[in-house]
T-cell receptor, first 112, second 114 residues
Framework: AQSVTQLDSQVPVFEEAPVELRCNYS??????LFWYVQYPNQGLQLLLK??????LVKGINGFEAEFNKSQTSFHLRKPSVHISDTAEYFC??????????FGQGTRLTINP | NAGVTQTPKFQVLKTGQSMTLQCAQD?????MYWYRQDPGMGLRLIYY???????DKGEVPNGYNVSRLNKREFSLRLESAAPSQTSVYFC?????????????FGSGTRLTVV
């Protein structure tokens, strides 16, 4: 069974600084990869997804992620964060038609 | 607006009480899911329904039951609530056969069992 590890439970950064949220997955076969964002007291929204093709995926709100098959990673990045990016971010993996498996989440806190 | 609707948004139960969490989607999705979210543990799948008329256990099914009433509705029942079931519950739906769609989530039900 596949699993997802988000290496940081909390990431504090200053406004306008770059950020990287790390995600590693375990699977010996091709998978689909997703990042979801959860703003305070809300449900999860899809940020971006990797299905195939280009390994650099661009999502909403200026986020992007790079799929690295050799390192089984799918790290999320943003070159300059804003206060409104404060949220919890979840990496998730899906193999074919199987169910999504989520990581533990990373809480991103933006300090002014 | 199209999406997944969960009711209620908040609930407080006493230990031993029962309740049903409701979920409905209007996107004509075949698959529906119930997750619970606990601090530091991400989202864990309780039950899912791949299509109307079928349900299967997920990672943490103990203490819960589900009903896929029709294609739109998927309810989660706690027969005898326990404090360990204090959590935020999310319903989601998808076209499982097509990963392009991902999952669409409801806004959650915050349940406290005292």
């Amino acid at each position: 069974a596949q699993s997802v590890t988000q290496l940081d439970s909390q990431v504090p950064v200053f406004e306008e600084a770059p950020v990287e949220l790390r995600c590693n997955y375990s699977s010996s076969v091709s998978v689909y990869l997703f990042w979801y964002v959860q703003y305070p007291n809300q449900g999860l929204q899809l940020l971006l997804k990797y299905l195939s093709g280009s390994t650099l995926v661009k999502g909403i709100n200026g986020f992007e992620a790079e799929f690295n098959k050799s390192q089984t990673s799918f790290h999320l990045r943003k070159p300059s964060v804003h206060i409104s990016d404060t949220a919890e971010y979840f990496c998730a993996v899906k193999k074919g038609a199987q169910k999504l498996v989520f990581g533990q989440g990373t809480r991103l806190t933006i300090n002014p | 607006n199209a999406g997944v609707t969960q009711t209620p948004k908040f609930q407080v139960l006493k230990t031993g009480q029962s309740m049903t969490l409701q979920c409905a989607q209007d996107m004509n999705h075949n698959s529906m899911y119930w997750y619970r979210q606990d601090p530091g543990m991400g989202l864990r799948l309780i039950y899912y329904s791949a299509s109307e008329g079928t349900t299967d256990k997920g990672e943490v099914p103990n203490g819960y039951n589900v009903s896929r009433l029709n294609k739109r509705e998927f309810s989660l029942r706690l027969e005898s609530a326990a404090p360990s079931q204090t959590s935020v519950y999310f319903c989601a739906s998808s076209e499982a056969s097509n990963p392009n769609y991902g999952y669409t989530f409801g806004s959650g039900t915050r349940l406290t069992v005292v």
